[in-house]
């Protein structure tokens, strides 16, 4: 769009749409922003990106400036057309204002001002207004300056005019209100991830975060830039950075089907895992939906055409199934949907029925084409399937090992699984515990009505690394699949759980405190996170936090998670008496502890520390996981030596 044809499309007052008021919003806010802990304190800033985000989809922005400001408040600028400041005919007031402070009013519902929007709970920058002490709109529009304050949601004056410029945009400063939020420190990575990941999937805009509270060595505040050429190309390329590129270069599919934007690029690898991620407007849909079932069924559609006319087919002695068309691919799915509907647990599952054929139709397509034009990586690719099909085969006889009843125990469960006592999963937990020893000892020291232990030998599977076979024929994966109670593996769909027999909603990692432990604990949590992520997104997965030291002067004695707390209690213990003698041990591993310690400090509900694991971004978490435990050793070296200066070396 020539800057013409910008000026002459018409975004005024008019196009504000009001739905509703803001009355319930400070009531109940995480009904609108998810929560009031760190990750609605970030959605804030979410909420404020989408709106210039839209801009730039609309086509009137493409540079957007997040900056993290030394009190924590948050300002967000970007160059697009800015909010109209004219009067609402309606409201009676600026449409600024009427933005502001009723929820659900913005031009994103006026389908003559953007034909797209982002933003999952859709509730704008009004939310944000009414969350926050202090809020400031400062607008470029027409050659003037326009500014309007606001606290807790309430304008403090009319839009006035302050000023005259050669710009347009938006520029919206706001603090968060500390009595709605328990924490309102911003963290820069967590927004610096999502930073990111906006820049690859709307490329050609730019994207600078600056953190004004940290000063690098030229005592210069931190700034990140953020700009993609290639969109979902350089996307996968980032999260398959530890993985072994089976075809030189990601495919891309990029077209408009049934008026619906479709973007897709994919990657395979040389691993046995798929990695599937989906985005509708922006948003990241954890739960799948119709585009991503339009992919599916259109990439299946079409590798599997393409092999049975290659005749590579021919000899194998059974089907093809879908999901062998996928292992070892790395996938980034963006639509974008005028009307989007979410659906399931956490409304991040599409559901619009339009959006699959639509996809199916531009896979179906545009991978004909690839595969046509590219026959040597065509033949790589339909090896890759087939090696799949054959490794699917062994990997359901060994499935059906894992869940054939062991008629030898009567019950069908690992021997060296204690269990406890009351069979409802939502009051039951379970320990996987490194080690015999500290199984033992933590059996003697939980309580068994509703504490169950399972003790892992030494370190298990590499699951990054292993084909689906191996996995389940591995002896521990076995026995975590069994006390679990949950089956594996349909027809359809070979990784999928089935968690009806559940025996526990909380599964707790309980490694040693080293680095062998954190090892230990890091292979436990690549294998639930590859083959049985669904239990991480329930929240049902857990790591304990076993004290570093026991700190003794005399009788007293105190437990001591970190060095700080260890420095700090000496530091008291010295002063509380004539005694100067204070001893410290170091726990090198949970064996250390005898039973009742092991309890009082790690197991009882009362005392403990249990950090829950969770999945805040998909993509990165993928990247992650395949860094640490694939097999590309450069990306873990860089990893290394980034975060060597965190990193503490056992002696």
């Not at 000023?163 to 706001?174: A, D, V």
């Not at 009051?427 to 003697?444: R, Y």
């Not at 069994?482 to 999928?496: F, I, N, P, R, W």
């Not at 001591?560 to 002063?575: C, F, Q, V």
Request: charged share 30%; aromatic share 8%.
């Amino acid at each position: 769009m020539n800057e013409n044809e910008k000026s002459n499309s018409e975004y005024s007052a008019s196009n504000i749409t009001v739905l509703e008021g803001l009355d319930a919003v400070r009531k109940r806010p995480s009904m609108y922003i998810g929560d009031v802990g760190v990750r609605g304190l970030h959605h804030l800033v979410y909420e404020v990106v989408d709106n210039s985000i839209d801009e730039a989809l609309a086509g009137y922005a493409d540079d957007i400036y997040v900056t993290i400001n030394t009190d924590n408040s948050i300002t967000v600028k970007d160059n697009g057309r800015g909010i109209p400041v004219d009067l609402h005919e309606k409201e009676q007031r600026s449409a600024l204002e009427v933005v502001l402070t009723v929820l659900h009013a913005g031009g994103k519902f006026d389908k003559g001002s953007y034909k797209v929007s982002g933003g999952l709970h859709g509730v704008g920058v009004s939310c944000v207004n009414a969350l926050s002490t202090d809020l400031k709109a400062t607008i470029s529009r027409g050659g003037e300056v326009w500014e309007q304050e606001f606290k807790i949601g309430v304008p403090q004056y009319p839009v006035r005019k302050i000023g005259t410029t050669t710009e347009t945009g938006t520029e919206i400063w706001f603090k968060p209100d500390s009595t709605i939020f328990s924490e309102t420190e911003y963290n820069f990575d967590t927004l610096a991830n999502r930073l990111r990941e906006l820049a690859f999937l709307n490329k050609g805009i730019s994207l600078r975060l600056t953190d004004m509270r940290v000063l690098d060595d030229k005592e210069e505040p931190l700034s990140t830039k953020y700009y993609s050429d290639r969109g979902l190309a350089e996307f996968v390329e980032m999260i398959d950075a530890g993985r072994e590129r089976l075809i030189p270069e990601a495919i891309c599919i990029e077209g408009e089907k049934n008026g619906i934007p479709v973007e897709i690029a994919m990657q395979y690898n040389t691993s046995f895992s798929e990695n599937l991620h989906s985005y509708v407007n922006n948003i990241n849909t954890r739960e799948g939906g119709t585009h991503l079932a339009g992919f599916r069924s259109g990439l299946t559609r079409t590798l599997k055409k393409y092999a049975d006319e290659s005749g590579m087919l021919s000899k194998l002695k059974f089907d093809i199934a879908g999901d062998d068309f996928r292992e070892g691919m790395t996938a980034v799915i963006s639509v974008k949907v005028m009307e989007p509907q979410f659906e399931g647990q956490t409304k991040t599952k599409l559901g619009n029925p339009e959006v699959r054929g639509a996809v199916d139709q531009a896979v179906g397509e545009m991978l004909s084409n690839y595969l046509e034009e590219n026959p040597k990586e065509a033949r790589m690719i339909v090896e890759k399937v087939i090696l799949a099909a054959t490794a699917r085969h062994a990997a359901r006889k060994a499935r059906e090992m894992v869940q054939r009843k062991n008629v030898m125990s009567g019950s069908g469960l690992p021997g060296k699984l204690a269990d406890c006592s009351d069979k409802d999963p939502v009051n039951c937990e379970i320990f996987l515990v490194e080690g015999d020893s500290a199984g033992g000892t933590a059996k003697q020291g939980r309580d068994r009505k509703f504490q169950a232990i399972m003790p892992l030998r030494g370190k298990i599977l590499n699951v990054e690394k292993a084909m689906q076979h191996k996995i389940f024929e591995n002896e521990e994966i076995k026995n975590i699949y069994t006390a679990l109670g949950v089956q594996v593996g349909t027809e359809e769909d070979s990784k999928a759980l089935n968690m009806a027999k559940l025996r526990y909603h909380k599964v707790v990692i309980m490694c040693d405190a080293d680095i062998d432990g954190s090892h230990i604990a890091t292979l436990i949590l690549t294998f639930f996170f590859r083959y049985m992520k669904e239990l991480i997104e329930l929240g049902y997965i857990f790591i304990a936090a076993p004290p570093l030291y026991l700190v003794k002067r005399g009788t007293q004695q105190r437990y001591a998670w970190n060095d700080t707390e260890r420095d700090a209690i000496i530091a008291d213990l010295k002063g509380s008496g004539k005694e100067t003698g204070v001893g410290v041990q170091r726990y090198k591993g949970l064996g250390e502890m005898n039973a009742e310690q092991l309890w009082e400090t790690t197991m009882n509900p009362s005392n403990r520390t249990l950090r829950k694991v969770t999945i805040d971004n998909a993509a990165d978490a993928d990247y992650t996981f395949s860094m640490l435990m694939g097999d590309e050793v450069p990306p873990r070296r860089d990893f290394i030596e980034k975060n060597a200066k965190y990193a503490k070396i056992d002696v």
